[in-house]
């Protein structure tokens, strides 16, 4: 049986030596860590502004 990869693996996998290839599952709890990565910087960084304003940046961060 192969070894488990881990969030580590996975967050780091453009560099690992292995073509592994992850599940849509894995995929999408990278995408929902970048997103909320990108929602918590953007929300410290515009503490003083408006909610729309801080949606519409978070979105921008997000497309990024």
């Known amino acids: 049986m192969p070894t488990s990869k881990t969030l580590e693996d996975f967050t780091s996998r453009e560099f690992a030596a292995d073509d592994y290839v992850y599940s849509s599952f894995a995929y999408l709890i990278g995408a929902i ?24 940046s978070v979105d921008v961060v997000a497309d990024g």
């Open 33 to 56: 860590r970048g997103i909320s990565l990108a929602i918590a910087r953007t929300v410290s960084d515009l503490a003083d502004e408006s909610s729309t304003e801080c949606l519409e």
